[in-house]
């Protein structure tokens, strides 16, 4: 069993930037991080591989950067000009089945609100 605590989320401004913290327990696995909207599905943001290899989603690409200490057991999701479109609970994730897509540990989550 992997615990998962996010943090640092809140309210910024359209153009802000916000930077969120995830703390593992302990793991070996990928992390990745998840978002869910008001009335949306949640969607993945990006992932990150035990050896630092990330993947983002299309609609952060260039404005997210995703980095891990694993000496630490954290990830952090660094969020620069951030849209009123990024406003959502923000969840970490972890398990074995990383690559696959299929996450056995998740975070209580985090609030993000962008301002326009």
């Known amino acids: 069993q992997v615990q998962l605590a996010e943090s640092g989320g809140g309210l910024v401004q359209a153009g802000g930037s916000l930077r969120l913290s995830c703390r593992a327990s302990?793991?070996?696995?990928?992390m990745a991080w998840f978002r869910q909207a008001p009335g949306k599905e949640r969607e993945f943001v990006a992932r990150?591989?035990?050896?630092?290899?990330?993947v983002y989603a299309d609609s952060v690409l260039g404005r997210f950067t995703l980095s891990r200490d694993n000496a630490k057991n954290t990830v952090d999701l660094q969020m620069n000009r951030l849209k009123p479109e990024d406003t959502a609970v923000y969840y970490c994730?972890?398990?074995?089945?990383?690559?696959?897509?299929?996450?056995?540990?998740w975070g209580p989550g985090t609030q993000v609100t962008v301002s326009s």
């Open positions: 994730a972890s398990g074995p089945g990383w690559l696959r897509g299929k996450y056995d540990y």
């Open positions: 302990h793991t070996i696995y990928g």
């Open positions: 990150i591989a035990w050896s630092g290899g990330v």
